[in-house]
């Protein structure tokens, strides 16, 4: 692959880092289209964020070609700052400003003519919907407003190319669904192209034009989230049980993709056919095994990471 597609906003070619004998990317190509989302999926530890770094010039590569908004990472850097914005795991938020001082201060900083300042600082709290809290201190926002704070002074300086690491890590599910409203219209108002690394797999399927898995540092696949999930063939089914015992023999019995003890249902790799189902129907029968309910899957992006990884996510975070 070129690193010289005009229509790239990010084209990177064999990029490697390694901290010691640790390889965290070993080879890394990917070309994502200006006005996309991208999303680099992964467990923690797979070295998503180390990436990130090493696009947005916080950190250095050990080696390998990146082009960034069409600048070169390594020798345009400020160039490729001026043109990217980043929100992060660690926010950018000071908790003793409020959230209106806080916009300002990134207007401040990124040295925006006067007269607009106010302007942009109350059209991104209207925007955010963050325009009731705007005289309070950051320091009592609640986690959906933190991020979206966040997002918020990123886009003071109005970036080409987004990066959001984790941006709904610890949000509830409600805070979560607005972040993925607010990421769909950044793209589909403001033509930005965004780079988004996450663990949850059904984010990576709401948002991203485009989805890459990382694993031990190589990317094992890049594709749509459609494509992924037809590579994969086959399914899943879920089952949930009745009792505590019964489930825990299924865990430890059938082929597991993934599990939630608290919900008492285990997901079973399977093509989803009626044979297969009966086959595994008459394995718990056999094991005197009650099933509260079953239910059959076409596959989701859960499927494509077990096929690709050999293991859940789930499993992959514990054994760190
Ligand atoms: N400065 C460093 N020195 C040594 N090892 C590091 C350093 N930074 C990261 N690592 C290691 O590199 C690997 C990848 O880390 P990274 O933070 O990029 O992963 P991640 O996919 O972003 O994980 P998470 O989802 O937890 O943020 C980890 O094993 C981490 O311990």
Redesign the pocket.
């Known amino acids: 692959m070129t690193v010289t597609s005009g229509r790239s906003a990010l084209a990177v070619t064999a990029v490697r880092k390694a901290?010691g004998d640790?390889v965290?990317l070993d080879g890394i190509d990917l070309d994502i289209p200006t006005g996309s989302v991208f999303a680099l999926l992964?467990?923690?530890?797979?070295?998503?964020?180390?990436?990130v770094q090493i696009l947005s010039t916080l950190i250095r590569a050990d080696a390998g070609e990146m082009r960034v908004a069409g600048h070169d990472v390594v020798r345009e850097p400020d160039a490729v700052r001026a043109a990217i914005g980043v929100t992060g795991?660690f926010s950018a938020v000071d908790n003793f400003l409020t959230g209106e001082e806080n916009l300002l201060l990134m207007a401040d900083l990124l040295r925006l003519p006067r007269p607009q300042r106010r302007r942009r600082v109350a059209e991104l709290l209207r925007r955010f919907d963050l325009v009731g809290a705007a005289r309070n201190p950051a320091a009592t926002y609640s986690g959906g407003m933190r991020r979206r704070l966040d997002l918020a002074m990123t886009l003071v300086g109005r970036p080409r190319v987004i990066f959001l690491d984790?941006p709904t890590t610890g949000l509830d599910p409600r805070s979560r669904r607005t972040m993925w409203e607010i990421i769909r219209e950044l793209v589909a108002n403001d033509g930005v192209t965004i780079f988004l690394?996450t663990?949850y797999l059904e984010e990576a399927d709401q948002l991203a034009n485009r989805i890459a898995v990382?694993h031990r540092g190589r990317l094992v696949a890049q594709g749509t989230a459609a494509e992924l999930k037809r590579q994969v063939g086959g399914g899943h089914i879920t089952l949930r049980f009745a009792d505590a015992r019964g489930y825990h023999h299924a865990a430890r019995t059938l082929d597991v993709v993934s599990r939630d003890d608290e919900a008492r249902t285990l997901r079973i790799a399977s093509q989803g056919d009626v044979r297969s189902v009966r086959e595994l129907l008459d394995r718990l029968d056999r094991a005197q095994l009650t099933v509260d309910e079953l239910q059959v899957r076409a596959p989701d992006l859960d499927d494509v990471f077990f096929a690709l990884t050999g293991n859940p996510v789930t499993e992959q975070e514990q054994a760190r």
């Open positions: 901290y640790h965290v992964g467990p923690n530890g797979a070295g998503k964020t180390t990436l795991q984790e690394t663990q990382l």
